[in-house]
DNA sequence: CCTTGACATTAACGTAACGTAAAGGTGTAG
DNA sequence: CTACACCTTTACGTTACGTTAATGTCAAGG
């Protein structure tokens, strides 16, 4: 009743590699070790290889595993519940991905070559999905529920002439913010003209326009690490400065 | 307009380890490096991080996104409706899994602590389930579906009792067989009290018995890798000789 | 007695996609 | 001139083993 590596691997259709590496890390210690140095488990390590597959069948990682198998007073239920709560995002995820990639293949199904703007399109989504997951609460407080809402949607449905003038607006907004940067003065007339510029553009991405929306996404701009640095990159303080000039704009200082 | 690391992997959401690891496996080269070795990347290099990681969103690895980016002949299509394949798998068996752990939980929540013994049939079951995805065409074919369907449900509604007599049972096949191999003759009388015992054994565990089904799984004891593993480590040669002794016993052999 | 073959052992690198120091260079603002 | 905030490369750690490589042990057969 006593099994080699070997034996017991193939008793519990693992790898003899296996029993080994879980005797490296104390996880299953064979019962005793002959003069030649081979490793034989009897019966307690076969029922305890048993439970550990058990738990390993159900993904729990081999740590988490030898606390329950080894520690008589580990809370298995509670861990249990744990792995349940992960595994239940886990699925929650995959689902989320599962639809994105149906989307995707009859996208280029449909023969619609789904486009770089597109995919730009998807991936902005995605940033405002994951901005919203650390600024959510803010965000949506600040600027009210439908807005997000509506703002994804627009996003969605732009056709391709209003991408191509999302596009270029934001080119523009660019340039003309980069040489008002310069002159140093939020409430001149290249920062006004470059302000005006990005209302065009918010209205167009957002379908809609609201002098408090507007300064209210510039501060957003200020305040939001990943936008500060996309602002930030066209010249150091575009951010800040933008952000001044809108409120000049709209009528919210001197 | 051209972004250092730390810029880009803000705005892009990722750490700067990360693009340069996409530089050091060649999936994101820099558009140019500075005097003083700086990574330096413009529009092109963003656009195509925005392609890289919405497919990284997908799931999919490095490797195939690489393939997808850098070469325009690469079908992308076929490569998600793989991945989606892949993920409906993933998904499938996440369901499974999570079935398995409520269940656990139920079952310890009821107080009645699963035992080892439930454990063991569970991981059985696994093993049974195992086996069936190797052999499952053969053995069905060999011993009829619901044959396969009612040792399961037999084995998972046992009472604690039953399993008691089923694991003494199986102790005492152990047992006699071990002194029957010695004696080196299946038509012996400890060789035939052997295949009486298990017999004895095999109708406890499927509720049911007949001779064909007998001959038939000691001859898989025998094909099974596994199921030979467990007999063989009894005695070398344990899991032919019971065969035979059963043979003589069913009436199949003199 | 020696070989063969089938087992066993340890050591050590490889995997995927980065995280995380460590050690050092560069550039700019005070 | 010195902080400080960047940048660089090198290299080890992570998970759960797979895969050689080099070597040891044991029973059977010539």
Redesign the interface.
Known sequence: ???TV???A????ISPRTLRYYDEIGLLRPARVNAAGHRLYGREEV?KL??I??YR???LNLDRIARIVNDPAFD??QA??K??HD??A??RH??K??A???K??RA??GGLEMS?EE??A??KD??LA?NEAKYGREIREKYGEEAVERSNRQFRNMSQEDYERFKNLEQEV?NTLAEAVKTGDPAGPSAQKAAALHKEWLTCAWGHYSPEAHAGIVQMYVDD??F???Y???RPGAAAFLRDAVLVFTGRKQ
Do not use: C, N, S, W
């Open positions: 009743m006593e099994y070997k034996a017991l193939r008793l519990a259709g029922d048993q439970q597959l058990f069948e159900l993904g298995v239920l249990l519940r792995h349940l595994l239940l886990k699925k995959l689902e991905i599962i994105t990639v149906e995707t293949i280029q199904e770089d995919k730009f998807a991936f995605k940033l994951e660019k690490p990943r500060a640095a996309y930030d990159a066209i």
